[in-house]
């Protein structure tokens, strides 16, 4: 179809204003960025990504400015966040985009958002112990989440950072203390790639993955699923699936862009849920009643207050009954340590 006359000669006044002499002045008033969209206010939710440079975290931007549901993207990190942030914010979607660099700007940052991500921390690399990978980590998620309880004492908070059966309790631990923050509904721990993998992987069962949903339970990587054959198989590739990515990529990383789709998958579902749509159920590490332990990944439905009902598990077979007992207690171990690390 051919652009109509009117059209034609708007988008010749556009071209002439995006003269290169005009861009590069960044004083005109016609230009100036402080008079653009850029100061937001388009119906949607505020959403922050911490960690946003990251490897996670740079795919995770892209695809959550691609959500419509998203006004204002706010992309920290303490390093590179501004590249990033530049980068994304050419994309012709709806979503104004803003970066914030390093521990002074956190504040800012998390100010007025609906909806914080955190793939912030390191992963674990060759050399490295759980312990060394816990300890950074642990201490990265507590400065994040006191920046949450003090600027957005209110968002719906999804945790990818490892170890996610730690940080979860970590950040409850956080809430708690800075006095009367702690909505356990609001606090969501990401076990999603583990779901999408399962999905993907029942390919050996002949199922498209767009038609499965494989409830996946217990922990992050911990964990047992709700399915009939080729059950162990199924299990251990689900287990193992982070380290069959390290092995790949050789030294490389580990699973970025699979998580980062998993994030926005599941930070999709948050968003849907705050708009209060019907219906809205995924797995997620949240705390729990379903089991003795006080933080459980099972089914969740999603609301306008984050994880307003979490679903009991069902009968089990005898397969997933002692599944579930060595779930159990590697869970308790870690839950245990994280909150340790904020009570000791
Ligand atoms: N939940 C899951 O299923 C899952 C899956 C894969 C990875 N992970 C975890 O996600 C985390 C990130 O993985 P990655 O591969 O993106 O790592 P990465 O090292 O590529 O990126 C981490 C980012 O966090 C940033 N960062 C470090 N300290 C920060 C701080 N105090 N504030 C804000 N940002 C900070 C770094 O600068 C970096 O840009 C790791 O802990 C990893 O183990 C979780």
């Not at 959403?47 to 691609?66: H, T």
Request: proline letters at 5%.
């Amino acid at each position: 179809m051919q652009p109509s006359v009117e059209a034609n000669q708007r988008i010749a006044r556009i071209s002439a204003h995006l003269q290169p002499s005009n861009l590069q002045m960044e004083g005109n008033s016609s230009l100036r960025r402080a008079d653009c969209r850029a100061k937001g206010g388009a119906p949607g939710f505020k959403v922050a990504i911490l960690g946003a440079a990251g490897g996670i975290g740079q795919p995770l931007s892209m695809l959550m400015k691609m959500n419509p549901l998203v006004s204002v993207l706010h992309l920290y990190d303490v390093v590179n966040s501004p590249g990033v942030t530049a980068d994304v914010s050419h994309m012709d979607t709806g979503a104004v985009v803003r970066g914030f660099l390093g521990q002074p700007q956190l504040e800012n940052a998390l100010t007025g958002m609906d909806l914080v991500i955190i793939p912030a921390g390191v992963p674990r690399k060759p050399g490295m112990t759980r312990d060394d990978l816990f300890n950074i980590n642990a201490g990265i998620v507590r400065t994040l989440c006191e920046g949450i309880s003090k600027c957005c004492p209110n968002a719906i908070v999804n945790l990818i950072s490892n170890p996610v059966n730690s940080t979860v309790p970590i950040a409850a631990e956080v809430f708690k203390k800075a006095g009367g923050t702690y909505d356990p509904k609001r606090l969501l721990g990401v076990t999603m790639l583990d779901v999408v993998r399962a999905n993907t992987f029942c390919e050996v069962l002949g199922l498209d993955p767009r038609e499965v949903d494989v409830p996946v339970v217990g922990g992050k990587a911990s964990l047992l699923i709700d399915f009939a054959e080729e059950t162990e198989y199924l299990t251990n590739r689900i287990q193992n699936g982070g380290t069959e990515v390290v092995e790949a990529k050789a030294g490389a990383g580990s699973a970025t862009l699979s998580m980062a789709y998993a994030a926005v998958k599941f930070a999709d579902a948050c968003l849907r849920g705050l708009r209060g749509d019907a219906g809205v159920v995924e797995c997620a590490f949240v705390a729990s009643q379903v089991t003795e332990l006080p933080f459980f990944a099972s089914k969740v439905r999603i609301g306008r207050n984050g994880a307003e009902e979490v679903y009991q598990l069902g009968p089990l077979n005898e397969y997933e009954r002692a599944g579930m007992e060595k779930a159990k207690k590697e869970l308790a171990a870690s839950i245990q340590k994280g909150v340790s690390f904020i009570r000791k």
